[in-house]
């Protein structure tokens, strides 16, 4: 069954420390991840895709299939990074394919 | 700016009366999806459009059904919604498959008496 697992549902964290949101996934094949954010009263938006390989806001995620994990990492927690984390993946690239969530994890950047 | 609209943004219903949800759309996307989110969940999907070719998810209830008359808007008709229908529903849209980039609207609030 095609699943995505987010461990934690909150996350506390100071200004300066280093954030890791966890994400596990389940898919039989290879799946497109995602994170998507929610800040406060704001829509759901795409933060990153593994595919594209790239640093959002100073965020990085990394597809480690050995491990079926998409950890979001940030080495320094700034108090605008607070919000609400979703994982997400989408089967191969068809059309139509949709995303299936994470339950999600909330982060709190306190100073 | 080029975006996704819902409207109503918050929706006061009555047990079993029939309600209408709106989702439009300026990016000129071919998929638009419908997803539920429940306090504290993960937004589920229900349905979506590609263009005209409607995708309903297995456990979606009966209750649900949509419309799309043409690219720009798509409809949630909710037919007799009951007290566990109450949630915030999201409109999404990507240029083709969930591959892509979703963009979100602002979302709708249901709430039923």
């Known amino acids: 069954a095609q699943r995505v697992t987010q461990p934690e549902k909150l996350l506390s964290v100071f200004k300066g420390a280093p954030v890791e949101l966890k994400c596990n996934y389940s898919y039989s094949g290879s799946p497109e991840l995602f994170w998507y954010v929610q800040y406060s009263r704001q829509r759901l938006q795409l933060l990153l895709r593994h595919i594209s390989r790239e640093s959002i806001k100073g965020f990085t995620a990394d597809l480690n299939k050995g491990e079926t994990s998409f950890h979001l990492k940030k080495p320094f927690a700034q108090e605008e990074d607070s919000a609400m984390y979703y994982c997400a993946l989408s089967g191969p690239n068809q059309a139509g394919t949709a995303l299936i969530f994470g339950k999600g994890t909330t982060l709190s950047v306190s100073s | 700016d080029a975006m996704v609209i819902q409207n109503p943004r918050y929706q006061v219903t009555q047990f079993g009366k029939p309600v209408t949800l709106s989702c439009s759309q300026t990016?000129?996307?071919?998929?638009m999806y419908w997803y539920q989110q429940k306090s504290s969940q993960a937004p589920k999907l229900l349905f979506h459009y590609y263009d005209k070719d409607f995708n309903n998810e297995a456990d979606t209830p009966d209750n649900f059904q949509s419309r799309r008359p043409n690219t720009s808007f798509c409809f949630l008709d909710i037919r007799s919604p009951g007290l566990g229908d109450a949630a915030m529903y999201l409109c999404?849209?990507?240029?083709?498959?969930?591959?892509?980039?979703?963009?979100f609207g602002p979302g709708t609030r249901l709430t039923v008496l």
């Open positions: 999404a849209t990507s240029v083709n498959s969930g591959g892509d980039t979703q963009y």
């Open positions: 990016l000129n996307h071919n998929v």
